[in-house]
């Protein structure tokens, strides 16, 4: 570390080696994404040779269409990654033009990390036990509705991959949330909401026409990484989605597993229509900025000012609301459903809390548990040096910039957030190919290696923002005072940015926790993870084995957002008076 900070040094030729640091670990982070998309094009057209194929041919594609509801799999595909995309996106941009600068804002601020530390599969099974016939919501409704047994309702798995979809929306507002915080400062808000609102717009009409825009172009990136992961999503396509027929990504693993290792050629066929869906579907995003953008402009001109917005307000709540209330309510549910012994319908309570299911689940997940947990923090540690890396080599560029001035190039932005727009199955199993091919044997080693692909695109996000915007008066002072560019950097920023920097590393171990996909293939079945082993559950029906599971793939990310929290305070210790700027 000391010496890669050396490097940054702008001048001479330490100033080059700042210059191309940035770009090279950004190049480091895309490359697996480009080696694996070739390792899984070359099978898609028949070469293979471990497996027999030795010329190009296009027989795995027309196999492919050979599968029957292969279009209504890639349609629900499609389907999953716009319209999770387009709710969450609107969710979040009502709710805070409703409520920028009230405390329901702060609230919703502070409230963030709890659901942040939620991975995706606990969700899916906390919105599976409140919405599934047998769930809670049922059960509140069954003397309302005469109801003694579970409703006959295809809720769970509808064919319209509706409570999938659910999930995703109850999982990725949080997300957006956080980046539109994080972006909100260089909009100017509270200057451009006063000059709007003098004018006579209404609060939302004043943020939506005037902040939003500015925050949207901010969390581009971001949201595009929402529609892709919608659009090619496995485990919580696995626990809430259909199944006759599932949706594309879920088959193309199924065709990856399958015993006939012919199957390959088809599956890497597939994962390029994956790669076809989600470029589709980021395509018809983009069409519909250019259809929201010509829809601002006709408002700006038409000199309506949405004065009277009462009623709106108080609906621009309900989507933020609901998704963290189900995702609360999941857990809670979750930490029931561990604890019950016989709980029958439609008794809102088990009849009896016992230990028993913890006892009988812990002597099987304790080493799931540990790789979980090894993993998730080397890939996080790794993943922050790299990034901290990065932004501070890009930083040093600009020494002379004010706070804030500085921002990634778009070249290395798009190079570090690439493998959160591709698809994972579209590259992962390229790479688990070549993997092969060059002869290694799954590893803890390997697996960490998969997941920091995964882990510093979120790091990065979490973290750009406040390393940029920290005055960098502060150092100057400190070199004022006769202390070196490391010694500032170790005794000046980085205590300053102790709280962005342990939320950095949070995020990324909540990020690896709950891979599965990366976990599934590279590791092969050798290396089980909490992640993958809740998932395999979801097959078993056993709610209080799948209980327990859940929490515990959901504590070790609650633990690391909790030291997070705590960690600052202590560093900050008797200088109450510390703040980053």
Not at 155 to 169: K, R, T
Not at 441 to 460: D, K, R
Request: proline share 8%; glycine share 8%; hydrophobic share 60%.
């Amino acid at each position: 570390m000391d010496e890669a900070l050396r490097q940054l040094r702008p001048s001479g030729q330490g100033a080059m080696r700042g210059l191309a640091l940035p770009s090279l670990i950004a190049l480091l982070l895309a490359a697996p994404v480009a080696v694996g998309l070739a390792g899984v094009a070359l099978p898609a057209f028949g070469y293979l040779p471990a497996l027999g194929g030795d010329s190009l041919s296009l027989d795995p594609f027309r196999q492919l269409v050979a599968e029957p509801g292969l279009a209504a799999s890639a349609g629900l595909s499609l389907a999953a990654g716009l319209l999770t995309t387009l709710v969450s996106v609107a969710g979040i941009a009502i709710f805070l033009a409703a409520f920028f600068g009230t405390p329901a804002f702060h609230a919703a601020r502070q409230g963030l990390a709890p659901l942040l530390a939620v991975p995706h599969a606990a969700a899916a099974f906390g919105l599976l036990f409140l919405i599934a016939p047998s769930g809670l919501v049922f059960r509140m409704a069954a003397p309302l509705l005469g109801l003694d047994r579970p409703p006959d309702l295809l809720i769970v798995g509808d064919p319209m991959g509706l409570s999938m979809m659910a999930a995703l929306i109850a999982k990725e507002m949080p997300f957006l949330l956080l980046v539109a915080f994080a972006a909100l400062p260089q909009a100017e808000p509270e200057r451009r909401m006063q000059l709007a609102r003098s004018l006579g717009y209404g609060r939302m009409a004043a943020f939506l026409l005037t902040i939003w825009p500015t925050v949207y172009r901010q969390i581009r990136l971001p949201i595009v990484a929402v529609a892709a992961f919608a659009s090619s999503v496995v485990d919580v396509a696995m626990i809430l989605g259909p199944s006759t027929p599932a949706p594309l990504a879920v088959r193309l693993l199924s065709w990856m597993n399958d015993p006939d290792l012919a199957q390959r050629f088809v599956a890497s066929a597939g994962a390029l229509l994956q790669l076809a869906v989600t470029l589709a579907v980021i395509l018809a995003w983009l069409g519909l900025e250019r259809l929201a953008l010509a829809l601002r402009r006709l408002l700006s001109r038409s000199g309506r000012r949405f004065a009277t917005d009462g009623p709106a307000r108080t609906l621009a709540a309900l989507p933020v609301a609901l998704s963290g209330l189900a995702v609360i309510v999941g857990l809670l549910l979750l930490v029931l459903w561990s604890f019950a012994g016989f709980w029958a319908f439609p008794d809102l309570a088990p009849v009896e809390l016992t230990l028993r299911n913890w006892q009988r689940a812990l002597a099987s997940a304790s080493g799931p548990l540990w790789t979980s947990f090894v993993v998730a923090l080397a890939a996080a540690l790794l993943a922050l040096v790299l990034v901290v890396l990065l932004l501070e080599g890009r930083r040093r560029r600009f020494p002379a910039a004010r706070s804030g001035a500085v921002r990634l190039t778009p070249t290395v932005a798009g190079l570090i957030y690439l493998p959160l727009i591709v698809p994972q199955v579209a590259f992962v199993f390229g790479l688990q190919v070549l993997i092969i091919a060059a002869g290694l044997t799954p590893s803890l080693p390997l697996l960490v290696a998969v997941h920091l692909v995964f882990v510093a695109p979120y790091a990065a996000l979490a973290l750009a923002d406040p390393w940029f915007a920290l005055d960098p008066r502060y150092e100057r002072v400190a070199a004022s005072l006769g202390r070196g560019r490391l010694t500032a950097f170790t005794r000046v920023r980085l205590p300053l940015l102790a709280a962005p920097v342990m939320t950095a590393l949070a995020i990324g171990f909540a990020v690896s926790i709950g891979q599965y996909l990366p976990t599934v293939l590279i590791g092969a079945g050798r290396l089980p993870t909490i992640t993958t082993e809740a998932v395999a559950l979801a097959a078993g029906g056993d709610r209080r084995v799948i209980g327990v599971y859940a929490l515990l793939q959901t504590l070790l990310p609650f633990a690391l957002f909790a030291l997070a929290a705590l960690v600052p305070a202590l560093l900050a210790g008797r200088r109450r008076g510390m703040r980053a700027a």
